[in-house]
């Protein structure tokens, strides 16, 4: 889904916010100006990653320097302080071509109110800075206004970039395969993968560096016009319990999928530390999708179709995460 609790949240007071930017190369002046509203985060990353790497002029936002200083060594340029600060905005999208949107999942009790609220004023700066190209980040099931708990707050997103800019993208991304890393844990301790997701219901499961790329594909892409939703699907749907076979395969020990009502997928995330605001929403989300309600829009094509295998990512990424795990075990 395209609201990712592990996207890092550039958001909260922005007191002292700050502008660092550098002396441009002459040659830079040729070069597109996109902004990056999530840039520690890891779709974020991987679009300025790739737009740093061909050469575009990408300005970033951040309230904690520290976790973009290699992006900033690397070239970017920061703009200190946080998504839902008017000024902070302004100063961002001054003189840009394009943003990159993600609205990041944050623990706060009123963020179906708050996501919207700081799309919008993102959306009143690109209006009033001209700000021609957005991309943004959505989701399956996005054609839904309600019943998907945090996936509810994309369609008023998406409308509201749609209303302040000419050529809008929305890439409507499948399930993110790093939300299985919230599961290493339990997969060191006991190989099963407890979760309240229908186990035989295929659904599209795409890794964040995929999305990465081909939101950086977008932003640098001239041929696209107007505003149109593209989704991003993985190589192929899965259900659950093939998933778990594969991401056994990945990290060298078998791995069981077992399906659990959503009551008791809430208690787990409470016992697990899970702030209760995200608890709740989570809890809704994965109800609506018992009811069928997350289902994609867009159908699956070869534009849509994404590269990384969860066979994989489960090698490269996830195995690390549950050795780590299991280490920690044995030393409890």
């Excluded at 502008?19 to 990056?36: G, K, Q, Y």
Aim: aromatic fraction near 6%; charge should be neutral.
């Amino acid at each position: 889904m395209g609201i990712d609790p592990v996207e890092i949240a550039q958001v909260g007071p922005s007191w002292g916010s700050s502008v660092h930017f550098r002396a441009l190369d002459p040659m830079e002046a040729l070069a597109m100006r996109i902004t990056v509203n999530t840039p520690a985060g890891h779709i974020g990353r991987v679009v300025v990653e790739q737009l740093l790497a061909a050469n575009e002029t990408v300005v970033i936002i951040s309230r904690h320097p520290a976790k973009v200083a290699d992006l900033v060594a690397r070239g970017a340029q920061l703009v200190e302080g946080s998504i839902d600060d008017p000024s902070v905005l302004d100063r961002a999208l001054h003189g840009q071509d394009a943003l990159f949107w993600l609205t990041p999942f944050v623990a706060r009790a009123d963020y179906m109110e708050w996501a919207p609220r700081a799309a919008n004023l993102s959306a009143a700066a690109v209006r009033k800075n001209g700000v021609q190209r957005v991309v943004l980040i959505s989701s399956v099931g996005a054609q839904r206004e309600s019943g998907l708990g945090p996936v509810g707050v994309l369609p008023a997103i998406e409308r509201a970039f749609r209303e302040a800019a000419p050529d809008i993208t929305a890439l409507r991304a499948g399930h993110f395969m790093e939300n299985y890393l919230n599961y290493a844990e339990m997969i060191a301790a006991t190989g099963v993968i407890f979760s309240p997701y229908p186990a035989a219901r295929p659904l599209p499961i795409v890794a964040t560096r995929d999305i990465g790329r081909k939101a950086a594909d977008a932003l640098r892409d001239p041929a696209w016009k107007g505003f149109r939703t593209l989704g991003v699907h993985g190589p192929e749907d899965l259900d659950q319990t093939t998933a778990a076979r594969l991401i056994g395969l990945g990290i060298g020990r078998p791995v069981k999928y077992v399906e659990i009502g959503v009551a008791e997928a809430k208690q787990g995330m409470l016992d697990n530390g899970v702030p209760a605001e995200m608890v709740t929403l989570l809890a809704d989300m994965y109800t609506g999708l018992r009811a069928g309600l997350m289902e994609r829009a867009e159908p699956r094509t070869a534009e849509t179709t994404t590269p990384t295998t969860l066979l994989e990512f489960s090698r490269e990424v996830l195995k690390p995460a549950v050795d780590a795990a299991a280490r920690r075990g044995s030393n409890v």
